[in-house]
């Protein structure tokens, strides 16, 4: 059974910092990988997907890495602004489904 | 424009009701999914439909029944609601493109039972 863990459950950073979010899950028997955002009250945003043959995937400032073999995920996020102020949720998927973590809280200060 | 949408965004019943939840893709996805967040935020899939037919049930109690009428659509119908019933539901789709099975969310129904 897929476990997800994402660490730290909450960050608050000022503005302009470059910052990593951490994910890692228990069977790296996994297709892919999306990062997402979700906003308080909202829906959730896809941010990038990374194959598992993929080892990084941008988007602007975001940056996502994979190492499949070891069950990790990083999210990079460059410049960091306040309307990158969101949960952040990464989630493998396996055979058929997407296995989320709970997410970690980021806080973007002025 | 609105690639998946959920009707009603906020549901408010009471404990022994029955209500249904609607969603629509407009993205062409021949997958639907629908998932759960609780209190705690965890987000669990409770159902995934691929071209109209079933293709996961998690452990979901009977009371919630999916029902899809075409590729675009997949509701959620739930009886005799319970309070541990309230949570945000969201739908999503996907598209198995090049492998990709990019999921896209709905905007979320918040129930509240009381």
């Known amino acids: 059974k897929q476990e997800v863990t994402q660490i730290p459950a909450a960050l608050s950073v000022p503005e302009g910092e470059n910052l990593v979010l951490n994910c890692s899950f228990t069977d790296s028997a996994i297709y892919n990988l999306q990062w997402f955002r979700q906003d308080p009250g909202k829906g959730l945003t896809s941010l990038l997907l990374?194959?598992?043959?993929?080892r990084e995937q941008t988007s602007g400032r975001l940056n996502a890495s994979l190492d499949k073999s070891s069950g990790r995920s990083t999210l990079y996020i460059a410049a960091s602004q306040p309307g990158d102020s969101a949960t952040y949720l990464c989630?493998?998927?396996?055979?058929?489904?997407?296995?989320f973590g709970q997410g970690t809280r980021l806080t973007i200060n002025p | 424009d609105t690639a998946v949408s959920q009707t009603p965004k906020y549901l408010v019943t009471q404990m022994g009701n029955d209500k249904s939840i609607k969603c629509e893709q407009n993205?062409?996805?021949?997958?639907m999914y629908w998932y759960k967040q609780d209190s705690k935020k965890f987000l669990k899939i409770m159902f995934s439909y691929n071209n109209k037919e079933l293709i996961i049930n998690e452990t979901v109690p009977n009371r919630f029944s999916p029902k899809s009428p075409d590729k675009a659509h997949l509701n959620l119908h739930i009886n005799s609601l319970e309070l541990g019933d309230s949570a945000v539901y969201f739908c999503?789709?996907?598209?198995?493109?090049?492998?990709?099975?990019?999921?896209?969310f709905g905007p979320g129904t918040r129930l509240t039972v009381t």
């Open positions: 999503a789709s996907s598209q198995v493109l090049a492998g990709l099975y990019e999921q896209y």
């Open positions: 993205l062409g996805h021949d997958t």
């Open positions: 990374i194959q598992s043959s993929q």
């Open positions: 989630a493998p998927k396996g055979a058929q489904k997407l296995v």
